[in-house]
């Protein structure tokens, strides 16, 4: 009896350091985060002041006007490019984290410096320099005319297309480091072992090798598709007035229209969808914690 009393409260002593280590944390992010989140979902149920500012009271109009078919065309706009922007820069991520996690280590330091030199120019810069390559006589148009990729009048500038290529070089990087990370603590014997038990060597890569780093491949995921949600500037200087996302519309009611409220509704409705996707992310990894034991067995099968 005594030891179960001992051991329990040597756990209630473990529990409270941790709660005690994770206070500051909490509090950073509660002031930080928190609070300015519930201030912006606030503003969005006031209604606008005819000088720019917020007025008194309180209104769903804000809301309803979400409904307008202007709203989900751009939202949708949103969403699919994010989600395309994804797919790509994790199926190239996988091969170079792979390769990465394989080769030399005298050789490994100087790949991973290629991978991180785009982050010593800065960002502005790059999408300006980009800007200059798809324009009409820019040396990565010409040389897609010149391949067959595209006809001499056919823009790539202002385009979804020009969005979606500057946001896979942007975030590509954020992919790469966790795929690289996961993949360098993989055990690379269990390739081996599912090959000796009859698999080929494109089943043991994808049974065996992608489950294994399935966290990194989640953590990539998150890592680019919440920024790729938000993106402002690669839209604004490579997408134009008809390929707007969300970003752009939200920094329009706020600098333009000084709509507050409808900045903040399209605030929100952000906010939720990253939320969700978070959520989903955390569900998914306690379902894999509770029963990815239960489903080593099946991975040769």
């Known amino acids: 009896m005594s030891a179960r009393t001992g051991g329990n409260g040597r756990n209630g002593r473990g529990r409270f350091n941790e709660l005690l280590l994770t206070l500051p944390s909490l509090a950073w992010l509660g002031v930080f985060f928190l609070v300015p989140t519930l201030i912006v979902f606030a503003i969005a149920f006031r209604p606008a002041d005819p000088y720019g500012g917020i ?29 395309v922007a994804t797919l790509i820069c994790l199926t190239l991520a996988v091969p170079v984290g792979y390769c990465l996690s394989r080769i030399d280590r005298r050789w490994r330091q100087w790949v ?27 040396s990565f ?30 975030y590509l990087p954020f992919a790469i480091l966790p795929v690289y990370a ?16 009859g698999a080929s060597s494109g089943r043991a890569f994808f049974r065996v090798f992608l489950p294994g780093i399935s966290r990194g491949l989640a953590t990539a995921g998150i890592m680019v598709l919440v920024p790729s949600l938000g993106s402002y500037v ?6 134009g007035a008809t390929s707007e996302m969300l970003g752009n519309k939200i920094a329009q009611y706020v600098y333009t229209e000084r709509n507050l409220p409808r900045a903040s509704a399209l605030s929100a409705i ?13 569900w998914w990894s306690l379902r894999r914690n509770r029963f990815g034991g239960d489903r080593k067995g099946e991975l040769f099968t």
Do not use: C, H
């Open 141 to 170: 148009r010409l040389a897609l005319v010149w391949l067959g990729a595209l006809s001499g009048d056919q823009p790539i500038l202002f385009t979804p297309a020009a969005i979606l290529l500057v946001l896979v070089y942007t």
């Open 55 to 83: 007025g008194d009271g309180w209104t769903f109009e804000t809301i309803r006007r979400m409904a307008s078919p202007n709203y989900p065309a751009i939202i949708w706009r949103t969403v699919w490019l994010s989600a």
């Open 270 to 282: 952000l906010t939720l969808v990253v939320a969700a996707l978070l959520l989903l992310f955390l």
């Open 112 to 138: 991973l410096l290629l991978v991180v030199i785009p982050f010593w120019t800065n960002f502005l810069v790059r999408v300006f320099a980009w800007k200059s390559l798809l324009a009409t006589n820019g």
């Open 182 to 197: 996961a993949a360098e603590k993989f055990d690379f014997s269990l390739l081996e072992a599912a090959r000796d038990l």
């Open 234 to 239: 690669i839209p604004d200087l490579v997408g």
